[in-house]
């Protein structure tokens, strides 16, 4: 199964930090759109948009109506700390929510049980994951084990701390018992899927293999001087990952889809 993963597409009407977002997006989408027309799925892990702003919504959701690819290659979109809930569920009429209102769902998918979570918190960039939304995800993972099924998760935060101190300033507060739930699920969860950190990342968290691709705008240098009130950026390449998802293992390449002028082709 091929997965397109995008992050932090930070939809915005005027330039951050220098780098137009709506862009850069389009950028994004018609690179997939030309190479990745086989793609089985397209996620989006949150940062939809820059303020949480409805026009930045419906600007958003007018790329996703003329992209052109279909059916399950429509983008899945997850929220994160620059979103707003509600702003973004009452543009998006078909947001599907658990019963505690939390924008969460699952999907059966040729690889598994896809879990889409809500990590975003009104009034804070760092990530919650509540006992309400714990227990959902606890429900939901009993559920894939039980049919024997691998669970994928996408979230916007990371579900780890990585060393840079601007971002995990505004990590997952409730990290402990979220890895309690990775423990107890270990034989179940494939892989997390996640943005939030604009920089390309890849590692394990309590045995499960995580990624990250970098935003599609402003891209962030990692930074491990350890001073947390700055943060780097750049004119770095943005990317998306291109993931394989198979029953022996998961292939995960990096996409630097504005570089493609770049590409010479070599005869054997
Ligand atoms: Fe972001
Ligand atoms: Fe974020």
């Known amino acids: 199964?091929?997965?397109?993963?995008?992050?932090d597409i930070h939809i915005h009407p005027a330039p951050i930090l220098g780098f137009d977002p709506i862009a850069n997006f389009e950028a994004c989408l018609a690179h997939i759109a030309e190479f990745q027309p086989d793609a089985d799925r397209i996620v989006i892990t949150g940062d939809l948009t820059h303020l949480g702003q409805a026009q930045s919504y419906q600007r958003l959701k007018g790329m996703l109506e003329v992209f052109p690819l279909r059916g399950e290659q429509r983008p899945r979109?997850?929220?994160g700390n620059h979103d707003s809930r509600e702003t973004y569920a009452s543009v998006f009429a078909d947001t599907k929510r658990d019963e505690n209102?939390?924008?969460?769902?699952?999907?059966?998918?040729?690889a598994g049980t896809f879990v889409y979570l809500d990590t975003a918190e009104p009034g804070t960039h760092a990530g919650h994951y509540c006992?309400?939304?714990r227990a959902w995800l606890t429900g939901v993972l009993s559920e894939a084990r039980r049919a024997g099924k691998p669970a994928w998760l996408f979230m916007h935060h990371n579900p780890i701390a990585v060393h840079v101190a601007n971002a995990d300033a505004i990590g997952l507060i409730e990290e402990a018992e979220f890895h309690a739930i990775l423990r107890e699920y270990r034989?179940?969860?494939r892989h997390i899927f996640f943005g939030h950190c604009h920089f390309t990342l890849s590692g394990q968290v309590c045995g499960i293999p995580f990624s990250a691709p970098r935003s599609t705008n402003h891209v962030c240098w990692p930074d491990f001087s350890g001073i947390v009130s700055r943060m780097g950026y750049g004119a770095f390449s943005p990317s998306y990952?291109?993931?394989?998802?198979?029953e022996t293992g998961t292939v995960i390449h990096s996409v630097d889809f504005l570089d493609e002028h770049k590409v010479l082709w070599a005869d054997d």
């Not at 209102?101 to 059966?108: A, L, M, N, S």
């Not at 990952?241 to 198979?246: A, S, W, Y």
Request: glycine fraction near 6%.
């Open 187 to 189: 034989d179940t969860v």
């Open 241 to 246: 990952n291109v993931c394989f998802l198979g």
């Open 101 to 110: 209102g939390f924008v969460q769902w699952t999907e059966e998918t040729p």
């Open 1 to 7: 199964m091929k997965l397109i993963h995008i992050s």
């Open 131 to 133: 006992a309400r939304r």
């Open 77 to 79: 979109l997850i929220i």
